[in-house]
């Protein structure tokens, strides 16, 4: 069965402190995986797509890699305004419909 | 500013009552896409619609339709509203297969 699974839940840092969230996905054939950013009350905001393994994507503070089994979102030095829930989703084989992942929501201290 | 919009931003009605959402598309995309999303939770998947022809359904209830007009605007109807269809619902956009870009979404509280 395709599925997306994001990790952490929830990622508590300082601001300036480093780290990655995870998407791992089981699909057959990928066709794409893309990530997302979504503020409360707002619609998801679109980041990066990534189709092959080994490609990386970078927008200001984030980069996104993809892997044959997973993507990670690396987020470098952060600000609080990078505090926010990131998704990713990838295709399903048979439409258009995005299979997407719970989530992870990032948080930064000042 | 994704492109997509959504009107009306908030509605406030009854249990029981019906209502319809509207979404435009960004220019030139061809397929519309209908999610629900209630408090602190993850995007549900409803309904696609491609070029005006149903294309998938989620979990779509049976008291929701929506269709997709020949100028590509799409409309979300829900009928016979109870307390838990409060949520946001978003409409997405995308050409093909490829990302979809959302709307600012439309928070519907049923009281």
């Known amino acids: 069965e395709d599925q997306v699974t994001q990790s952490p839940e929830a990622l508590r840092l300082q601001e300036g402190e480093s780290s990655s969230l995870n998407c791992s996905y089981t699909v057959s054939g990928l066709r794409g995986l893309f990530w997302y950013r979504q503020d409360p009350g707002k619609g998801p905001e679109f980041l990066f797509t990534l189709y092959s393994a080994g490609e990386e994507k970078e927008k200001e503070r984030l980069k996104a890699t993809l892997t044959k089994k997973e993507s990670f979102l690396h987020i470098t030095a952060p600000k609080p305004e990078d505090s926010a829930t990131y998704l990713c989703?990838?295709?399903?084989?048979?439409?258009?419909?995005?299979?997407w992942g719970a989530g992870t929501k990032l948080i930064i201290k000042p | 500013d994704s492109g997509v919009t959504q009107t009306p931003k908030h509605l406030i009605t009854a249990t029981g009552q019906r209502v319809t959402l509207r979404c435009s598309p960004r220019?030139?995309?061809?397929?519309v896409y209908w999610y629900q999303q209630s408090l602190d939770q993850g995007l549900q998947f409803l309904i696609q619609?491609?070029?005006?022809?149903?294309?998938a359904k989620g979990n779509i209830l049976e008291r929701f339709s929506a269709q997709q007009f020949p100028d590509l605007h799409s409309e979300l109807n829900l009928s016979s509203l109870e307390l838990g269809d409060s949520a946001l619902y978003f409409c997405?956009?995308?050409?093909?297969?490829?990302?979809?870009?959302f709307g600012p979404g439309t928070r519907l509280t049923v009281l």
């Open positions: 619609y491609y070029n005006g022809e149903e294309r």
């Open positions: 989703a990838v295709p399903m084989d048979s439409n258009y419909q995005l299979i």
């Open positions: 997405a956009s995308s050409v093909g297969a490829g990302e979809q870009f």
């Open positions: 220019s030139g995309d061809l397929s």
